[in-house]
């Protein structure tokens, strides 16, 4: 199991960055995919999660209306539009795969960093 993410930098606030994350090494299309941060300081955290097809959504109450998670099934990413981003949105954002009775991978993290 392989995640990427990309897509992250230094955002001014209330910018719109879109972040992705490649996958491989699995059936990505079985699986619900989650996005987590991690700002200085504190425990990661769960930003928002899809089913494998894409039809459910679950995202923090921080970020809900802000944030939107989907995928391309057809190529194996998983994405994070951000809009409307704010200071407190620093951090290093991760995607997750979680598979029963495995455990969890984690890809390698993107900076976000929200500054004028």
């Known amino acids: 199991v392989q995640l990427v993410e990309s897509g992250g930098g230094l955002v001014q606030p209330g910018g719109s960055p879109r972040l992705s994350c490649a996958a491989s090494?699995?059936?990505?299309?079985?699986?619900?995919m989650s996005w987590y941060r991690q700002a200085p300081g504190k425990e990661r955290e769960l930003v928002a999660d899809?089913?494998?097809?894409?039809?459910?959504?679950n995202y923090a109450d921080s970020v809900k209306g802000r944030f939107t998670i989907s995928r391309d099934n057809a190529k194996n990413t998983v994405y994070l539009q951000m809009n409307s981003l704010k200071p407190e949105d620093t951090a290093v954002y991760y995607c997750?795969?979680?598979?029963?009775?495995?455990?969890?991978?984690w890809g390698q993290g993107t900076q976000v960093t929200v500054s004028s």
């Open positions: 899809i089913s494998s097809a894409g039809g459910s959504t």
């Open positions: 090494g699995f059936t990505f299309s079985s699986y619900a």
């Open positions: 997750k795969l979680h598979r029963v009775r495995v455990g969890d991978y």
